[in-house]
């Protein structure tokens, strides 16, 4: 089954179907003695969420895997169903009320709104217990899942809330409102904030750690890099631990950090609202609309006046952003860096498939795309960009209509595009919804949107 059939067979046309003819079974009244039905279309609920997938499917990252069915009637599957060409609409957001997304390194963890003890689901690799513990019987844990399955976390109240997830190579953070933060997977370097244990073995364990505050404060948000995590609590401090060689955790060092640390350097005097990191480098953004990065800086995504490639401390970049007006959002790949202005206009920097045209692979200063690559012209002046994504090698843009547009490395089809052509330019994705977030990863990417009615 290629996958036009594939997508054609998972899209839900039942918001298309009129009342009147959902069932047969109900018989028709006769326009002679008395008036016609109206026909009433059902409507989604402003809280209705659809959650689409591609890219790499064989990881079980998408969560997609098709059964194995009988090879008579027409009901059969192929069984090896690899890559997903297109965005294809994920069975488990119909079945459950999902509120956010994550991509992991060939995996996906999401978050439902339920009272329930399962709150956080899982699919893909689990080569290190980075979506829990799973196992057909005990002592043999499964290294892949083919489609979400719960991860226990030992909450001390069902009331509580899931509002922020993050993953990272192989490891996953899931933030709630009243418990703090609970972290699972590997933590070679300290990367779940807990002591690093020589020689742990994190195939098959059940550890997860709660880091219930930082500094008596309440974190509000998390965000995962390749191998370090970090933290940002309700007064706007930046608190890291985990691999340090590129200076990503921002603690002065290049040394690993089991324990979450406030970052230094020009942050600790501003309020950071959000803080992005796929790989290695890492920018945070102040409630003033202001940029800061620090980490690896090999293209020059971080700028220093001694040139330094391994920045291991916050530093202001006021200098690489005057002129581009108030920043509203952030995004750092695995070799270049987003952002996007309050006016809607993205700038992009560093070394890769940048979005500016084929002769364009490295820049040392931000560059604007052409607005009109997302949308806005004479036409339609009021389309703008409001969130931006970064993969390790794709990237991708919201506008303010839900529409969503990617560009950069096609690995796997992670750009859903229907190729395996890379895209050197913004061109807009087949997302049959209002795109709210999109998650990418290495070769994947999750979108969370609502339906248009």
């Known amino acids: 089954m290629n996958a036009l059939k594939v997508l054609i067979r998972n899209r839900n046309l039942s918001c298309l179907i009129p009342r009147a003819y959902a069932t047969t079974k109900k018989k028709i009244p006769d326009p002679k003695q008395e008036e016609l039905p109206i026909f009433q279309y059902s409507v989604s609920k402003s809280s209705d969420r659809r959650v689409y997938v591609w890219g790499l499917a064989e990881t079980g990252a998408l969560g997609i895997h098709m059964p194995r069915g009988k090879k008579r009637g027409k009901k059969s599957y192929k069984n090896s169903f690899t890559l997903a060409w297109y965005p294809m609409r994920s069975t488990f957001g119909e079945r459950f009320d999902v509120t956010d997304i994550a991509c992991g390194y060939g995996f996906t963890i999401s978050a439902v709104k339920t009272n329930e003890q399962h709150k956080v689901f899982g699919t893909g690799i689990n080569t290190d217990s980075q979506i829990g513990y ?24 069902l009331e509580t809330n899931v509002i922020g997830l993050a993953a990272g190579r192989a490891h996953s953070v899931i933030l709630t409102d009243t ?10 370097y300290g990367q779940c904030g807990r002591k690093i244990v020589p020689n742990e073995e994190y195939k ?11 500094g008596k404060e309440k974190i509000t948000s998390v ?33 690993n950090q089991s324990v979450p640390a406030p970052v230094k350097g020009d942050i600790t005097s501003e309020r950071i609202v959000k803080v992005a990191s796929t790989a290695d480098c890492v920018l945070a953004l102040s409630e003033a609309g202001e940029l800061f990065g620090w980490g690896n800086s090999e293209y020059g995504q971080v700028p220093m006046a001694t040139q330094q490639q391994q920045v291991n401390m916050s530093y202001a970049l006021l200098g690489l952003t005057r002129g581009l007006g108030r920043i509203v959002d952030v995004a750092s790949g695995g070799s270049f860096c987003l952002i996007a202005n309050e006016h809607g206009d993205v700038f992009v920097w560093g070394y890769g498939l940048l979005g500016l045209g084929p002769s364009v692979s490295h820049s040392l200063k931000p560059k604007q795309i052409p607005p009109a ?6 036409f339609n002046p009021e389309c703008v960009v409001e969130k931006v994504a970064c993969g ?38 087949a997302v049959g919804a209002h795109v709210l977030k999109v998650a990418c ?13």
């Not at 690559?373 to 004479?378: C, K, M, P």
């Not at 990863?441 to 009615?453: E, N």
């Open 134 to 157: 799973h196992a057909p019987r005990m002592g043999h844990p499964l290294e892949m899942l083919l489609s979400p399955a719960p991860i226990y976390i030992p909450y001390k109240s």
């Open 441 to 453: 990863s290495v070769d994947h990417t999750i979108a969370l949107s609502k339906p248009f009615v």
């Open 373 to 378: 690559f997302f949308g806005r012209n004479e």
């Open 179 to 188: 418990e703090g933060a609970y972290t699972l997977g590997n933590n070679g």
């Open 392 to 429: 390790i090698g794709h990237l991708a843009a919201i506008t303010n209509n839900g529409d969503l547009y990617m560009w950069g490395r096609n690995r796997h089809g992670c750009l859903g595009l229907g190729s395996a052509k890379d895209q050197h330019f913004p061109m807009k994705v």
């Open 204 to 214: 098959g364990s059940m550890v997860t750690y709660n880091i219930r505050n930082l």
């Open 223 to 255: 965000c995962c890099g390749q191998d370090h995590t970090l933290f940002v609590t309700e007064s706007g401090r930046v608190f890291a631990c985990g691999w340090g060689a590129d200076g990503q955790t921002g603690l002065g060092t290049y040394d």
